[in-house]
């Protein structure tokens, strides 16, 4: 069956750093989610990829769907504290999941 | 303003106290879905509703039922709750019933304990 796993489950850096959080499936993706959720909050949705290859970018966010559309990463550059929370992809194979999510905390 | 209402946002009760927790969203969207989220388990769907009417199993829906009358509300049921199902749940919908195209937009998530 399909299954999506998020890498690393957690991870703390300091301010400044780069952070890269990477969705892995082992089915072929039709396309993919990105959701942000703050501590204490709800997920709230970031961005959608559709194309093989695919690069999207959003202020320090990029966004990159594999060539093969089985992995996809979320890259922050130079993080803020802003950028705390738990980062969830969502993937469409042959059926609609959430991956576990990837903890960021950030020192300052 | 547009969003995905939950009540109650917290809630204690006991074993086998059947209880509701309401969602309505205004956006007026056709899909509509809870989950369940526990540490390092991330958001699992409980059930789904593609339209009025219309409902579905998502991955764990045993212990809990909904029903969709109408297109703004799906309320979440545990008809005899258990100390498994204390969990911080979320309500979430989407514009099409196609849902994995569009974003969800979620409620603030109920948080529950069962003792």
């Known amino acids: 069956g399909q299954q999506v796993m998020q890498i690393p489950q957690y991870q703390h850096v300091q301010e400044g750093e780069d952070f890269t959080t990477y969705c892995n499936s082992s089915t072929t993706l039709s396309n993919i989610q990105w959701y942000k959720q703050r501590p204490g909050g709800h997920p709230v949705f970031l961005i959608q990829?559709?194309?093989?290859?695919e690069v999207k970018k959003q202020k320090r966010l990029t966004f990159q769907f594999g060539e093969a559309k089985k992995n996809s990463s979320l890259h922050i550059t130079a993080t803020q504290t802003t950028d705390v929370g738990t980062y969830f992809c969502?993937?469409?194979?042959?059926?609609?999941?959430f991956g576990a999510g990837t903890i960021l905390r950030v020192k300052s | 303003e547009a969003q995905v209402t939950q009540n109650p946002r917290y809630l204690i009760t006991v074993t086998g106290k059947k209880l509701t927790v309401t969602c309505s969203q205004n956006?007026?969207?056709?899909?509509m879905s809870w989950y369940r989220q526990d540490p390092g388990l991330g958001l699992r769907q409980i059930y789904y509703s593609m339209n009025v009417e219309v409902t579905d199993k998502g991955d764990v829906p045993e212990g809990y039922k909904v029903s969709r009358k109408e297109k703004r509300n799906f309320p979440l049921i545990l008809e005899s709750p258990s100390p498994n199902q204390t969990s911080l749940y979320f309500c979430?919908?989407?514009?099409?019933?196609?849902?994995?195209?569009?974003?969800?937009?979620f409620g603030p998530g109920t948080r529950l304990t069962v003792t």
């Open positions: 956006m007026n969207h056709e899909y």
């Open positions: 969502r993937v469409r194979g042959n059926k609609l999941v």
């Open positions: 979430a919908s989407s514009p099409r019933g196609v849902a994995g195209v569009y974003e969800q937009y």
């Open positions: 990829l559709v194309k093989s290859g």
